[in-house]
């Protein structure tokens, strides 16, 4: 790479340190970088875009923090239309694929999250819990609830103290009628935030769901109900 190049990387390698760019963005910029130095790109990842792959990663996390949705509707557009062109010049960049499976996640977009996590995955093994989570709620959220409860398993193994993960893993387990584990995922979930309203409001459901009960007033009195009365 010519000094030149050298110099204007070094500064923008500033840039992102001054911006208090996440580890994680700067991290996977860097390896694409190298990953592309040598193939004399000028699509997306070439070295000369380096600086755009960078803008597209901090929309998803600028979406990720951002409240208003319709700003957020369009930080998520924008990573979308450029993390799919990227995974259109390189498709085995897997944190590119990843990271496009969040964005269409937060969409609730879950079919295209699907399959931009088994993209991701297909090229390196999800191996944090995070990314397990992540792929297990899209999966849910689709219908695949075997897929669902096996990635979010994964997901406890590496983290058992997350509520999160026991809340969603019960809530699979319910809906795919396999009540005793979802209510005993549930206790977990309970026991390590007893305020988790979110895992309340589920398990009411689930409640309401084994027995049958339709009506939406219900299940949504049987969510406050379930704080007091022993787990079925």
Known sequence: ????????????????????????????????????????????????????????LWAVEKALKEKDNNQKTIYLDQAIEQLSKGVSLIPNYNDAWYNLGIAYKEKNDFKNAVYAFEQARSYKAFDTDEKLSNAGIAYGNNGQLDKAIADLLAAIELNPNSYDNYNNLALYLGENKMYDASFKAFEKALQLKPDFDKAYYNRGNIFAQQNNFNDETTMFRLSWLTREIPRP
């Open 1 to 56: 790479m010519s000094s030149g190049r050298d110099e204007m990387m070094s500064r923008w390698s500033e840039e992102v340190v001054n911006r208090k760019a996440p580890n994680r963005i700067a991290r996977e910029v860097e390896m694409v970088g190298y990953a592309t130095r040598d193939t004399h790109m000028d699509g997306f990842y070439g070295w000369g875009q380096k600086r755009k792959l960078y803008e597209v």
